[in-house]
T-cell receptor
């Protein structure tokens, strides 16, 4: 039962262009969403988050959009840089619930020069 | 920048053996977690720990698993009798609080290979 789905296992984007990573969720109890970035041989690193009371959160080159009615969120990276090449995990949590973060399977972003 | 430290980075063990994975969370954090990622699959929640006791655990965290905070700095995950399907990357994480941003800081992981 995939409560958090990242349907694109990989994404290739040219340096300088916009990278858009998508995430869908099924559990309507989720009220907080996070994006983590993971390099090989390292643990996931927190990137950006958004509460369900917002529809957008921006931090430098990274913006997360949340569409609650569609149960969809996306991470925009602009402009994309070579160092952005990594696996990006979408994660969600119900802060009043009993479970930890639920992660998607990840999207491997490859930034091409 | 504060970090979560995990040891060993890689452990190979025989099926049925006990394994202990070690973690040193960020010193002023109060919440501690173990997650695992089987190769090619998603990162899965195992257990969270607060105030010297388990606060939440997933279905994966059965009687073969246990966690302990033996002193003020270490947080360990023990697998009593390892199975082949326990082979995975095990990530320790910590956070400052549960009600806030839920921003977990992860360690680099411990790769467990069960033969």
């Amino acid at each position: 039962d995939q409560q958090v789905k990242q349907n694109s296992p990989s994404l290739s984007v040219q340096e300088g262009r916009i990278s858009i990573l998508n995430c869908d969720y099924t559990n309507s109890m989720f009220d907080y969403f996070l994006w983590y970035k993971k390099y090989p041989a390292e643990g996931p690193t927190f990137l950006i988050s958004i509460s369900s009371i917002k529809d957008k959160n921006e931090d430098g080159r990274f913006t997360v959009f949340l569409n609650k009615s569609a149960k969809h969120l996306s991470l925009h990276i602009v402009p994309s840089q070579p160092g952005d090449s990594a696996v990006y995990f979408c994660a969600a949590i119900s802060r009043g619930g009993a479970d930890g973060l639920t992660f998607g399977k990840g999207t491997h972003l490859i930034i091409q020069p | 920048e504060p970090e979560v430290t995990q040891t060993p980075s890689h452990q190979v063990t025989q099926m049925g053996q006990e394994v202990i994975l070690h973690c040193v969370p960020i010193s002023n954090h109060l919440y501690f977690y173990w997650y695992r990622q089987i190769l090619g699959q998603k990162v899965e929640f195992l257990v969270s720990f607060y105030n010297n006791e388990i606060s939440e655990k997933s279905e994966i965290f059965d009687d073969q698993f246990s966690v302990e905070r033996p002193d003020g700095s270490n947080f360990t995950l023990k697998i009593r009798s390892t199975k082949l399907e326990d082979s995975a990357m095990y990530f320790c994480a910590s956070s400052g609080d549960r009600s806030g941003a839920n921003v977990l800081t992860f360690g680099a992981g411990s790769r467990l290979t069960v033969l």
